[in-house]
């Protein structure tokens, strides 16, 4: 009996000794990675954007046998589209290990997030921060996966130009990094191609009344109004522009690009236009993906493709480079390329900005966008 005990207990003392050492080696066949955005908060749409998107790339990327043998495992950073917020999850994101963050969404949340990833070498991949500053003022982490707003202002401006001449334009912006980013873009793009806009404002996110700024708009005449911000208020602006019997056309970015829209502004949305890359989900290199969300009954609007694109170069960059090194990485996507993605071929600048993109105009009509 005290034999059986002796044994018993030996075999306890191994355990014990062992089971720190396969934890460890559990650990170590482990990479970490993440997205962040505004997982909650009005843009949470978007959050739930980059979720789906990031998701399917790491169950993809882990079944086809993760990246240099090791399976990867995401961590989600909910910044809610505020600075401080994302300076907050950036340090946690660290904190935690992770090798990459595909984000954040908002400019205004990647520039400072940015800093943090910087100091803490960490590698960052937006699918949807469009302001210049980003990448301009970056360090050797910072790449996106979307346009900036001097390619996508240049767009809008040239088009409203063409198309609305003779028309009373205003150009508004929400003050943030994005919004007034792209209203100034856009406005630059306009008066260089000869029109003057009628009026230039900037309104307060987060409201519910803009009921003054659209009295404004009406006593000015406005015909076309150029909205440099977010779904939400663009839909309660045109909602209210339309209750107040002006007969305006909305006109807006890549951040008007979700169903959400529509339920805010219902039926005074219709021929709203905004900008945004040719459909995604209709590219020939999307379609086994866009069938795995459809088979889950998800639409992969807006950036649900961008952030799997994102996370699907640093997957192949990693395995070219030999090592999740972040820095090495970055070196990798920025000297290799073009890279294959559910995007299409991507390649970068020395910046990390994509050296190519096609901003083209979107349309609203019954509830649903199309490419015009």
Known sequence: MLRRILLGAAASAALALVAPMLGATAAQAQIHIATAGPMTGQYAAFGQQMKEGAEQAVADINKA???????????????????RQAVSVANDLASKGVKMVAGHFCSGSSIPASKVYADEGILQISPASTNPKYTDEGSWNTFRVCGRDDQQGKVAGKYLAEHFKGDKIAILNDNSAYGKGLADETAKALEAAGVKPTMEAAYT???????????RLKAAGVTVIYVGGYHTEAGLIIRQAKEQGMKATLVGGDALVTNEFWQIAGDAG????????????????????????????????????????????WAEA??????????KVAEVMKADGPWQTVLGPISFDKKGDITSSDYVFYVWKNGSYAQM
């Open 318 to 327: 990693a395995k070219k480079a030999g090592t999740t090194d972040p820095k």
């Open 205 to 215: 996110p987060g409201e519910r009344d803009y009921s003054a700024l659209v009295s």
């Open 65 to 83: 046998g993760g990246v240099l043998g090791k399976q990867l495992v995401l961590d989600i950073g909910d910044d809610a589209c505020d600075p």
């Open 270 to 313: 219709a021929g709203t236009m905004m900008t945004f890359p040719a459909d995604p989900r209709k590219r020939p290199t999307a379609a086994n993906v866009v069938a795995e969300f459809k088979a889950k009954k998800i639409d992969p609007e807006g950036y649900v493709l961008y952030t799997y694109a994102a996370i699907q170069i």
